[in-house]
Protein backbone atom coordinates (compact mmCIF):
# COMPACT_ATOMS: atom_id res chain seq x y z
CA UNK A 1 0.00 0.00 0.00
CA UNK A 2 1.39 3.33 -1.28
CA UNK A 3 0.82 6.09 1.39
CA UNK A 4 1.24 9.45 0.07
CA UNK A 5 1.59 12.60 2.64
CA UNK A 6 0.59 15.86 1.34
CA UNK A 7 1.11 19.66 2.65
CA UNK A 8 2.51 23.21 0.87
CA UNK A 9 6.22 22.62 0.22
CA UNK A 10 6.69 19.16 1.27
CA UNK A 11 9.64 20.54 3.08
CA UNK A 12 7.88 20.64 7.33
CA UNK A 13 4.87 18.33 7.56
CA UNK A 14 4.71 16.00 4.73
CA UNK A 15 8.58 14.85 4.98
CA UNK A 16 8.04 14.42 8.65
CA UNK A 17 4.88 12.60 8.13
CA UNK A 18 6.41 10.26 5.34
CA UNK A 19 9.36 9.41 7.94
CA UNK A 20 7.21 8.66 10.98
CA UNK A 21 4.76 6.87 8.97
CA UNK A 22 7.97 4.56 7.44
CA UNK A 23 9.62 4.24 11.27
CA UNK A 24 6.28 3.03 12.71
CA UNK A 25 5.76 0.22 9.45
CA UNK A 26 8.64 -0.87 10.17
CA UNK A 27 8.25 -1.41 13.92
CA UNK A 28 5.38 -3.24 13.05
CA UNK A 29 6.25 -5.20 10.46
CA UNK A 30 3.99 -3.80 7.80
CA UNK A 31 6.50 -3.90 5.04
CA UNK A 32 4.62 -3.43 1.96
CA UNK A 33 2.57 0.06 3.28
CA UNK A 34 5.27 2.37 1.99
CA UNK A 35 5.19 5.98 2.00
CA UNK A 36 5.90 8.79 -0.14
CA UNK A 37 5.00 13.00 0.27
CA UNK A 38 4.46 15.94 -2.20
CA UNK A 39 3.63 19.51 -1.92
CA UNK A 40 0.84 21.50 -3.28
CA UNK A 41 3.22 24.68 -4.14
CA UNK A 42 6.72 22.57 -3.47
CA UNK A 43 10.11 24.25 -4.97
CA UNK A 44 10.93 20.84 -6.86
CA UNK A 45 14.39 19.61 -4.97
CA UNK A 46 14.01 21.76 -2.37
CA UNK A 47 16.08 20.33 1.34
CA UNK A 48 13.78 19.34 4.35
CA UNK A 49 13.47 22.75 6.85
CA UNK A 50 16.21 22.65 9.23
CA UNK A 51 13.33 22.59 11.68
CA UNK A 52 12.02 18.98 10.48
CA UNK A 53 15.74 17.68 9.86
CA UNK A 54 16.47 18.41 13.41
CA UNK A 55 13.16 17.25 15.26
CA UNK A 56 13.92 13.27 12.58
CA UNK A 57 17.35 13.44 14.11
CA UNK A 58 16.21 13.63 17.65
CA UNK A 59 13.73 10.56 16.79
CA UNK A 60 16.05 8.52 14.79
CA UNK A 61 14.54 9.11 11.61
CA UNK A 62 16.29 10.49 8.44
CA UNK A 63 15.13 13.27 6.53
CA UNK A 64 18.44 14.87 5.04
CA UNK A 65 18.14 13.21 1.81
CA UNK A 66 14.96 14.29 1.23
CA UNK A 67 13.96 16.51 -1.94
CA UNK A 68 10.68 18.30 -2.39
CA UNK A 69 8.60 17.75 -4.96
CA UNK A 70 5.20 19.26 -6.71
CA UNK A 71 2.01 16.82 -6.62
CA UNK A 72 1.56 15.98 -9.51
CA UNK A 73 -1.51 13.74 -11.13
CA UNK A 74 0.77 11.06 -11.60
CA UNK A 75 1.67 10.70 -7.76
CA UNK A 76 -1.82 10.98 -7.19
CA UNK A 77 -2.67 8.02 -9.46
CA UNK A 78 -0.41 6.30 -7.87
CA UNK A 79 -1.12 6.44 -4.37
CA UNK A 80 -3.07 4.45 -2.83
CA UNK A 81 -4.51 6.23 0.14
CA UNK A 82 -4.02 10.23 0.03
CA UNK A 83 -3.86 12.35 3.21
CA UNK A 84 -4.01 15.59 3.35
CA UNK A 85 -2.70 18.07 6.07
CA UNK A 86 -5.58 20.54 5.26
CA UNK A 87 -8.44 21.40 3.50
CA UNK A 88 -7.25 23.52 0.45
CA UNK A 89 -4.70 20.41 0.07
CA UNK A 90 -7.25 18.45 0.04
CA UNK A 91 -8.92 20.33 -2.64
CA UNK A 92 -5.79 20.36 -4.59
CA UNK A 93 -5.64 16.45 -4.56
CA UNK A 94 -9.06 15.83 -5.63
CA UNK A 95 -8.71 18.24 -8.61
CA UNK A 96 -5.71 15.61 -9.74
CA UNK A 97 -8.23 12.70 -10.02
CA UNK A 98 -7.61 11.93 -5.80
CA UNK A 99 -11.79 11.64 -5.20
CA UNK A 100 -12.32 8.41 -3.06
CA UNK A 101 -8.82 8.03 -1.65
CA UNK A 102 -7.87 11.01 -0.06
CA UNK A 103 -8.71 11.98 3.29
CA UNK A 104 -7.67 15.21 5.53
CA UNK A 105 -4.79 13.15 7.96
CA UNK A 106 -6.67 13.27 11.28
CA UNK A 107 -10.30 12.87 9.78
CA UNK A 108 -9.10 9.55 7.97
CA UNK A 109 -7.49 8.51 11.56
CA UNK A 110 -10.63 9.37 13.99
CA UNK A 111 -12.69 7.87 11.07
CA UNK A 112 -14.65 11.10 10.40
CA UNK A 113 -14.47 12.38 13.86
CA UNK A 114 -12.41 15.06 13.48
CA UNK A 115 -11.62 17.27 10.74
CA UNK A 116 -8.99 19.73 12.39
CA UNK A 117 -5.80 20.76 9.99
CA UNK A 118 -2.33 19.83 11.43
CA UNK A 119 -1.02 22.74 12.46
CA UNK A 120 2.23 24.49 9.92
CA UNK A 121 5.38 25.00 11.81
CA UNK A 122 7.05 26.31 9.07
CA UNK A 123 9.17 29.26 10.11
CA UNK A 124 8.74 28.68 14.54
CA UNK A 125 11.11 27.47 17.14
CA UNK A 126 12.34 23.92 17.19
CA UNK A 127 9.28 23.29 19.99
CA UNK A 128 6.82 24.24 17.25
CA UNK A 129 7.99 21.82 15.20
CA UNK A 130 8.56 19.16 18.11
CA UNK A 131 4.57 19.64 18.77
CA UNK A 132 3.73 18.98 15.12
CA UNK A 133 5.93 15.38 15.24
CA UNK A 134 3.91 14.83 18.03
CA UNK A 135 0.60 15.19 16.72
CA UNK A 136 1.69 13.57 13.52
CA UNK A 137 2.80 10.26 15.40
CA UNK A 138 -0.40 10.15 17.00
CA UNK A 139 -2.59 10.49 13.68
CA UNK A 140 -0.12 8.02 11.63
CA UNK A 141 -0.60 5.72 14.75
CA UNK A 142 -3.99 5.46 14.45
CA UNK A 143 -4.07 5.52 10.93
CA UNK A 144 -2.12 2.48 10.52
CA UNK A 145 -3.73 0.84 13.15
CA UNK A 146 -7.27 1.54 10.75
CA UNK A 147 -5.48 0.12 7.52
CA UNK A 148 -4.72 -3.12 9.93
CA UNK A 149 -8.47 -3.85 11.16
CA UNK A 150 -9.82 -3.05 8.25
CA UNK A 151 -7.30 -5.34 6.50
CA UNK A 152 -8.23 -7.95 9.21
CA UNK A 153 -11.58 -7.79 8.78
CA UNK A 154 -11.47 -8.11 4.85
CA UNK A 155 -11.83 -4.66 3.82
CA UNK A 156 -9.32 -3.08 1.39
Keep these: MKIL ?23 RG ?10 TSAHDDA ?13 GMELGGHQAQ ?8 EADLILAMGPHHLERIEALGG ?13 GASTRPIS ?24 LDRITAERGSGKD
Design 99 to 111: AGKSFLLADYASH
Design 47 to 59: PASDGSLLVAMER
Design 70 to 77: TLTRTLVR
Design 5 to 27: FVCTGNTCRSPMAEAIARKIAIE
Design 30 to 39: LQDVESMSAG
Design 120 to 143: DPIGAELDVYRATADELEIEIRRV
